[in-house]
């Protein structure tokens, strides 16, 4: 069942994406980026890269388009100066706030289509589906140690 679901809801929230950066001339890869800046603002490469799971090298690309774009900013850490800190510009801060409330409404709007319990499964679910994956993926993590010793 739910191998039916998941792609049908895969291709709703794509659209919904899509519709939703219509015009903005910015990827989905790029305003998760800035979304997640926008929500913790002021982190580092490493810490960036891990909240979008993405390679550093991959992570460091992006955020090369970014500063292009003018949406982020790179600036040293003051405590280790190895360290590379990314923050939004005001620019930024502003189109992030933009899809943020477009996102909002989104789901605002679905909510109010559910019924009170409805609302409570989806999100028991969910966290519950979040938990899984992250049980398979720390078990996969566990067995490359596992073999490499």
Not at 8 to 27: A, F, P, Q, V
Not at 60 to 76: F, H, M
Request: glycine share 2%; proline share 2%; no cysteine.
């Amino acid at each position: 069942m739910f191998q039916e679901i998941f792609p049908k809801l895969m291709h709703y929230l794509e659209k919904e994406e899509i519709r939703e950066l219509t015009g903005l001339n910015i990827t989905p890869a790029q305003i998760n980026a800035l979304l997640i800046l926008y929500m913790h603002d002021d982190l580092t490469m490493g810490e960036l890269s891990a909240e979008t799971y993405l390679a550093e090298s991959a992570a460091t690309r992006l955020v090369d388009r970014l500063v292009k774009a003018d949406l982020v900013r790179r600036r040293g850490d003051e405590h280790d100066r190895r360290v590379v800190r990314v923050y939004l510009t005001s620019y930024g801060r502003e189109l992030a706030s933009l899809v943020f409330e477009r996102r909002s409404l989104r789901f605002t709007n679905l909510a109010n289509r559910l019924s009170p319990e409805e609302r409570e499964m989806l999100v028991l679910s969910v966290k519950a589906v979040l938990r899984v994956f992250k049980e398979m993926e720390a078990d996969l993590e566990n067995n490359k140690v596992n073999t490499k010793a």
